[in-house]
């Protein structure tokens, strides 16, 4: 089954969100070449209404003349909101694991000529994983049982009521035999070897989110090893693509299934390389360097006023201690004002109160939990699985959403129908504006911050990296920063990093390079943060 997830393209003034494409059919026939694509298309900053025609183009390359398959032709789609869905065929023989690029031509109906979308996106295959949880009763293991949309019609079972009470399961193929294929969300217990598996869940997550996840699994095995998660790409290879599961009786316990849950509210950054700073606008604190950075969790949005409140109510009755008296516009509107120390603390809090070992310490023997005063004597033990500020590394390749080369996370441009800031197209040519405030949060007294969650996510599925509030950085700011494997800045210094735009901040201090500083004292209702967690 191809399943293929897309990201943002930009072009003069137009753009297109490609959320998802993907093939289906019926559970128990075979697979075609046809399938749905998906999308989203933005015309002069605002999403298209009204009837375009698009063309489809699959390339061997991101640049040149080296046409695979296409171009196709959808003439009159009907675009309500911007989003649109058309089916696409290519043919066989074009899906066959070589890397592919799709080019976009979009017009509206009946215009002249198509408009390009530039650059071509590359095709990329989205793991899915298998989660399996204990059920009271097991297939038999060797018994071959062929089961069509949850029906048994051969085979013997322990219980063979059992695989249709899976809710919303739908499975073909030979069960405690080889399996042939799994489809929906699966939750008990199966016998025998699933090969080709693809299920469109794992404990309630979505597919792409748990794609990044099955790496971390993947990490600690090998394609031999029994009851486990590994994964298949198209080939067989176990490198990249599909999940493949091997699960035996009771053996899909939690050591597998609980490495690629993610908890509630965060996503999953992956571990990767990626260049790091500015490649456009020549900043010059911001000199591009390859770094490395290890897998972690990310909260999706800033820490709100409720959830700030929520944690600071129950540490100041701990015997957690605050300077600043928290602030926000609204419960589910950032918490804003806050210094730097207020907020290690505060993630030391959090980390207690969910049961997780503490990251901040004030003596170098890791000790003495930081709950109280401000002081720059902070140790870090960076082992544990507390909440913490991201390093400065971590939040670039976090905002980056899995682009690079670009000015924002979703392309070189940006407007106030992308990101909460202060408009200034004078000064910035990619400013698009209007000028001023966003007057969508003009109602009311300042800050003017948005609710979480009113702009589009990033490619890993986070909020406002760009505008709303900037953040706090763990990292003491310094310059050059420095290259490698997770990075966390310079040992001492007066002021730490701060990253992003705030709501009365202009465009220039919104792109992913652009470094700001600010005394860990300081408070300002521009500055916010959110937390990472190490997987």
């Given at each position: 089954m191809k399943r293929i997830l897309f990201k943002l393209l930009l072009f003069a003034g137009v753009s297109v969100l490609l959320l998802a494409l993907l093939a289906s059919s019926a559970v128990a026939d075979p697979l075609g070449t046809a399938f749905t694509y998906q999308g989203r298309l933005n015309d002069g900053g605002s999403p298209a209404n009204g009837s375009y025609d698009i063309t489809f183009t699959l390339h061997d390359a991101a640049t040149g003349n080296g046409v695979i398959a296409g171009p196709l032709t959808n003439n009159a789609v009907s675009m309500t909101n911007g989003l649109f869905t058309v089916s696409?065929?290519?043919?066989?023989?074009?899906f066959t694991g070589n890397a592919l690029w799709l080019e976009l031509g979009v017009r509206t109906n009946g215009s002249n000529s198509f408009t390009t979308l530039s650059p071509r996106q590359p095709?990329?295959?989205?793991?899915?994983?298998?989660?399996?949880?204990?059920?009271?009763?097991?297939?038999?293991?060797?018994?071959?049982?062929?089961?069509?949309?949850?029906?048994?019609?051969?085979?013997?079972?322990?219980?063979?009521?059992?695989?249709?009470?899976?809710?919303?399961?739908?499975?073909?193929?030979?069960?405690?035999?080889?399996?042939?294929?799994?489809?929906?969300?699966?939750v008990g217990d199966v016998t025998g070897t699933q090969g080709a598996t693809v299920v469109s869940s794992v404990g309630g997550q979505s597919a792409a989110n748990v794609a990044a996840g099955a790496s971390a699994a993947n990490t600690a095995t090998s394609a031999n090893t029994a009851n486990t998660i590994v994964k298949r790409d198209a080939s067989g290879n176990f490198s990249a693509g599909t999940i493949t599961a091997n699960l035996s009786g009771n053996a899909a316990t939690a050591t597998t299934a609980s490495t690629l849950a993610i908890p509630p509210g965060m996503a999953l950054i992956p571990a990767g390389s990626f260049t790091?700073?500015?490649?456009?606008?020549?900043?010059?604190?911001?000199?591009?360097?390859?770094?490395?950075?290890?897998?972690?969790?990310?909260?999706?949005?800033?820490?709100?006023?409720?959830q700030w409140q929520s944690v600071y109510f129950w540490a100041t009755n701990q015997g957690y201690g605050f300077r600043n008296l928290d602030a926000g516009r609204a419960a589910n509107n950032p918490?804003?004002?806050?210094?730097?120390?207020?907020?290690?603390?505060?993630?030391?809090?959090?980390?207690?109160?969910?049961?997780?070992?503490?990251?901040?310490?004030?003596?170098?023997?890791?000790?003495?939990?930081?709950?109280?005063?401000?002081?720059?004597?902070?140790?870090?033990?960076?082992?544990?699985?507390?909440y913490r500020l991201p390093t400065e590394a971590e939040w670039e390749k976090a905002a980056r959403g899995g682009l690079s080369g670009l000015r924002f996370p979703w392309g070189n441009i940006i407007s106030e129908n992308l990101a909460n800031y202060y408009g200034l197209t004078a000064s910035y040519t990619f400013d698009l504006g209007p000028n001023g405030y966003n007057v969508a949060f003009t109602n009311g007294v300042q800050p003017y911050t948005s609710p979480a969650g009113y702009f589009a996510p990033n490619g890993y599925g986070l909020y406002d990296m760009v505008g709303?509030?900037?953040?706090?950085?763990?990292?003491?700011?310094?310059?050059p920063y420095a290259g490698g494997s997770d990075p966390r800045g310079p040992t001492s210094g007066t002021v730490r990093v701060i990253r992003g735009t705030g709501w009365n901040i202009s465009a220039g201090y919104g792109r992913t390079a652009h470094r700001a500083d600010l005394g860990p004292a300081g408070i300002n209702s521009n500055v916010g943060f959110r937390t990472v967690l190490i997987p």
């Open positions: 696409l065929d290519f043919g066989g023989g074009v095709i990329l295959p989205t793991p899915y994983a298998l989660y399996a949880s204990n059920s009271a009763t097991a297939l038999t293991a060797g018994s071959a049982a062929t089961v069509v949309n949850g029906v048994v019609t051969t085979g013997t079972y322990a219980n063979p009521a059992w695989i249709s009470s899976l809710a919303g399961t739908k499975i073909s193929g030979n069960i405690g035999g080889n399996a042939v294929g799994f489809s929906g969300s699966l790091m700073g500015d490649t456009l606008d020549g900043l010059t604190d911001a000199v591009p360097v390859s770094v490395t950075v290890s897998a972690f969790y990310m909260d999706v949005n800033l820490e709100s006023y409720s918490v804003q004002s806050v210094d730097w120390y207020d907020c290690v603390k505060w993630c030391n809090a959090r980390s207690q109160q969910a049961g997780k070992t503490p990251v901040y310490y004030t003596d170098a023997g890791l000790t003495q939990v930081y709950t109280n005063g401000e002081t720059d004597a902070v140790y870090v033990n960076w082992t544990p699985k507390g709303n509030l900037a953040e706090w950085c763990w990292d003491w700011y310094g310059t």
